[in-house]
């Protein structure tokens, strides 16, 4: 079992940052990958990014590159995602995911992800 919770949402003009934390426990943090996801009303769970045990290897939607950075600190179990150049097209319920298998090309599926936090709303004012 892994427990996620997330924090640091809250309500940023466009144009400002917010930085999101997620602190798991419950397993040994360094032996999954961590990805983050985004839900806004009326429409589906989608991939922002991923990072790798290790930290080494990162991945972003297209949404995301240039603007949104994954980072995770293995010795907090704590993953990071800082969000930069905020748009309101950002907003939308952000969680964090644990997976514990090795996904491959899916890394940006939802179903491939085997435990989730309870999220975290982000909300960007024009």
């Known amino acids: 079992q892994v427990q996620l919770v997330e924090s640091g949402g809250g309500l940023v003009q466009a144009g400002g940052s917010l930085r999101l934390s997620c602190v798991a426990s419950?397993?040994?943090?360094?032996?999954?990958?961590m990805g983050w996801f985004r839900q806004a009303p009326g429409k589906e769970r989608e991939f922002v990014a991923r990072?790798?045990?290790?930290?080494?290897?990162?991945y972003y939607a297209d949404s995301a590159k240039g603007r949104f950075t994954i980072s995770r600190d293995n010795a907090k179990n704590t993953v990071y995602l800082q969000m930069n150049s905020l748009l309101p097209e950002d907003t939308a319920v952000y969680y964090c995911?644990?997976?514990?298998?090795?996904?491959?090309?899916?890394?940006?599926?939802?179903?491939?992800?085997?435990?989730w936090g309870q999220g975290t709303q982000v909300t960007v004012s024009s």
């Open positions: 995911a644990a997976d514990l298998g090795y996904s491959g090309e899916y890394y940006n599926t939802a179903r491939v992800y085997d435990y």
């Open positions: 419950g397993r040994t943090f360094n032996g999954y990958s």
């Open positions: 990072i790798s045990r290790s930290g080494l290897s990162t």
